[in-house]
């Protein structure tokens, strides 16, 4: 007899996401559903306003990529008055989405997603000399020494044991603890737990980073159309030799901790990525990110380069057309069709769910049941993110191939075996070695062009009726935003965001999103403990929506709204 689990809301993520899944006997997911349960609302907002206010706002989207919506909505407005920015803001900008991408995958797994492998009360069983040879271990596979030592291993394990002897475990609280499901060592356990709180000092650096070109930390300010306005930043040795350091910091813990981390990853559920589990769609999209020349941003060379790869062929990688982005509303709450974006509208339509069954409420999953749209390409279902951008870069860049390679090599594992949640998981970790070494080349390139070069905004010419487009990448995968302007204001705007690609619902086919599809034959080893479904939808980092939330931790409901207005906030 099939059961359905309800999770509302998943934890440790960015907005308010809702899964139902159905298990049969064996506790096998047979199907399930990703729901969005939170309006957005910020695309109607941009309607009427200054084109050049469309970056202030548009990043408010989220609370975490801040910065990489604003500079996607900036873009999208270049591109839409022909507007090629000067090379040392092009260089800052890069500089910039470097440090996001390496502070969003660091948080992303030490912060939300690695306590779906770490027990953290298995850690108080560990011998600390014990842990430290595990960290020894898999950080001479990676060819360093391990960025922890016996004093910090000695000083979070007292700590730990201190918080669950006196009963406040905190935000460890209400863990699956214990779980089968969890297969690291104790030793090993506690070896990860102590990277785990090392990871809060690297956040603080790249904050820092972030602040020094972009003015301030998470919502930066420097980004304007025609290029950047951090020139006398830029041009102080001193704050740009701190964010050097800082930099250099980072990159000694991504490839000292973060690595060796992930070498141990594949090393214990190497099982889990032979077997593809939480592989999902196996259809993947990349815009490209990084720009490496000046000029049209949507047709330059890029660090990370565009592709598409269908039914995981790898050798037969397709070029990515912004024409062929469609997005669908049969399963979401708004009115409309298959729309391009130009096109599309964001035209509010909750229809509810269907029904409660012993209190607890469940999807119309046979009509609409996610306030998110759900994106094609090429009328293909497609996951985006650092998976998709590894798989293509394997293929099409050298650099990115090299590191790969060397993972690959050193993991005994094969590049098929990253279609899995654990390779999603270690993939965003190789892009973020991949980027704390780049980082420098941005740097240096920067610092050279300065000494005959200030130049940081362009001159432009306003365009009264218009439209343009940015499409590149965000930490979590494809962003594009559209924008279409008629006397001077927004006519219309749109976003795909890269958690709409990931997260949304069927589409009018009937065809799961990438989370959906994910889950199909995941197996629990507890269905009162969905801890593997968390570890697969997890592995994409979900980013839903930045949003308030009001909710009692008993479960009672607290009030009722119906959302009748086009304006969510």
């Not at 709450?333 to 729309?339: A, K, M, T, V």
């Not at 200030?454 to 001159?459: D, E, L, M, N, Y």
């Not at 697969?536 to 009030?559: N, T």
Request: hydrophobic share 40%; charged share 20%; glycine share 6%.
């Amino acid at each position: 007899m099939a059961n359905k689990i309800v999770i509302d809301p998943i934890t440790r993520i960015e907005g308010h996401l809702r899964i139902e899944v159905v298990v049969d006997d064996n506790n096998i997911v047979i199907d399930a559903y990703s729901s969005s349960t939170m309006f957005r609302g910020i695309e109607p907002i941009l309607k009427g306003r200054d084109p050049r206010d469309c970056g202030l706002i548009a990043m408010r989207i989220c609370g975490v990529c801040t910065v990489t919506h604003y500079q996607r909505s900036i873009e999208a407005v270049e591109n839409a008055y022909n507007i090629v920015v000067p090379k040392n803001a092009r260089l800052v900008r890069n500089l910039i989405q470097s440090t996001l991408f390496m502070h969003d995958h660091l948080v992303h797994y030490y912060h939300l997603h690695s306590l779906d492998w770490i027990d953290v009360i298995s850690a108080l069983n560990a011998n600390e000399n014990d842990a430290l040879n595990e960290a020894t271990k898999y950080a001479n596979i990676a060819g360093v020494t391990p960025y922890i030592t016996l004093d910090d291993i000695t000083s979070i394990k007292a700590k730990l044991k201190a918080l669950n002897d006196a009963g406040k475990l905190g935000i460890f609280s209400k863990g699956y603890w214990g779980n089968s499901s969890y297969k690291l060592t104790p030793a090993q356990n506690l070896m990860a737990i102590t990277n785990y709180f090392k990871a809060f000092e690297i956040q603080r650096f790249l904050g820092s980073m972030m602040a020094t070109l972009g003015g301030k930390d998470p919502h930066p300010q420097s980004i304007v159309v025609g290029g950047v306005t951090s020139i006398k930043n830029i041009l102080d040795n001193e704050k740009m030799t701190n964010f050097y350091n800082l930099a250099l910091n980072v990159r000694d813990f991504i490839k000292r901790a973060y690595i060796p981390d992930m070498y141990m990853l594949a090393d214990v559920y190497k099982d889990d990525m032979i077997n593809q589990v939480g592989g999902g769609l196996k259809n993947f999209l990349v815009y490209g990110g990084f720009p490496l020349e000046d000029g049209d941003l949507n047709s330059v060379e890029m660090f990370f380069p565009q592709g598409v790869i269908y039914n995981a062929n790898l050798d037969d990688i397709k070029d990515f057309d912004a024409n062929l982005v469609t997005e669908d509303v049969t399963h979401a709450w708004y009115s409309g069709g298959n729309d391009k974006p130009y096109e599309a509208d964001t035209i509010p339509n909750y229809t509810g769910f269907k029904e409660v069954v012993d209190n607890v409420a469940y999807l119309d999953t046979d009509g609409k049941y996610s306030w998110i749209k759900s994106p094609l390409y090429n009328d293909e279902r497609m996951e985006v993110g650092p998976l998709a951008r590894m798989l293509v870069g394997y293929k099409k860049s050298n650099t990115i191939k090299t590191y790969m390679q060397n993972f690959l090599d050193k993991s005994n594992t094969n590049i098929n075996d990253f279609i899995s949640a654990v390779g999603r998981t270690i993939a965003r970790a190789i892009e973020s070695e991949i980027i704390s070494d780049k980082i420098f080349d941005f740097f240096d390139e920067l610092k050279l062009n300065l000494q005959n070069d200030t130049s940081s905004v362009a001159s432009y010419t306003e365009i009264p009726n218009t439209q343009g487009f940015s499409t590149e990448e965000a930490p979590r995968g494809a962003l594009g935003h559209w924008v279409r302007i008629e006397n001077s204001k927004v006519a219309n705007y749109q976003t795909v965001v890269p958690s709409t690609w990931n997260a949304a619902p069927r589409d009018y086919k009937g065809r799961r999103g990438a989370y959906e599809e994910s889950l199909i034959g995941v197996k629990l080893s507890n269905i009162d403990e969905p801890l593997e479904i968390l570890r697969v939808v997890h592995s994409f980092d979900p980013c839903i929506a930045c949003a308030v939330h009001v909710m009692d931790v008993r479960g009672k409901k607290l009030s009722q709204f119906n959302v009748n207005s086009i304006c969510g906030i």
